[in-house]
Each structure stands twice: as C-alpha cells, then as structure tokens.
C-alpha cells in the first residue's frame, strides 16, 4: 500500500515563508496527478494546489495565491510553498496523488495522514 507521508509543518509567525514535503516512497509520481490540500477545523477540506505530468491536459494546475507547487520526479517528491504565512492558512495539509486527476478531490487514490500547520498573528 503506498503511504504519502508530508513533513514540514509546525507552528509559526504570520509573515514569512513555510515549505512542506511529501514523499511516497515506492509510487512514481511522473505520470500522475499530484495535489496539496488542505482542512482547518470546523471546515471541509479544500485545495490548495495540484499539478500534472508534464504536457498533460487532463489535469491543468492550480494553485491558491500565495503557494507556490512543485515536484521532483526523480525523488518523488512534492513540495508546497506558502508565502507571506497568515492565521487562516491554520490547518492540516495533506498531500495526496491520483492517476486521473479526478475533479472531485475526495476520490483522490492515495493520501498522506497529514501534516499541522499553525500559523499565529
């Protein structure tokens, strides 16, 4: 069973910037979908970032202002980056992979156990 594990979290400052890791170690990320989402309590879970295999047009990118996604094929790594922190970026982000990109992120294959982020004013 392929297991996404994310690291990089931990509590901050507002301001600044904050990078977080996903591995999955064992799962080829090059030909899939790959995303960043994101559930802070109280609130359903939401995306944050996702991005495609290179020239794909079944799974464009997307990306919430502020973050910036990036990948590592030959490490099979994802990264998310949030800039300029903020209190309502609080929340527990998860990463997560699906070979078609499903619209509906819920059905996503394969998700990590989360990493905290808590971001204070």
């Known amino acids: 069973q392929v297991q996404p594990g994310e690291s990089g979290g931990g509590s901050v400052q507002a301001g600044g910037s904050l990078s977080l890791s996903c591995t999955a170690p064992g799962y080829t990320y090059s030909s899939d979908g790959r995303g960043w989402f994101r559930q802070a309590p109280g609130k359903e879970r939401g995306a944050v970032a996702r991005v495609g295999s290179e020239g794909s047009s079944r799974c464009e990118e997307f990306v919430k202002n502020r973050f910036t996604i990036s990948k590592d094929n030959a490490n099979n790594t994802l990264y998310l980056q949030m800039n300029n922190r903020k209190a309502a970026d609080t929340a527990m982000y998860y990463c997560?992979?699906?070979?078609?990109?499903?619209?509906?992120?819920?059905?996503?294959?394969?998700w990590g156990q989360g990493t905290q982020v808590t971001v204070s004013s």
């Open positions: 997560a992979a699906d070979s078609l990109c499903r619209i509906n992120f819920d059905k996503w294959t394969y």
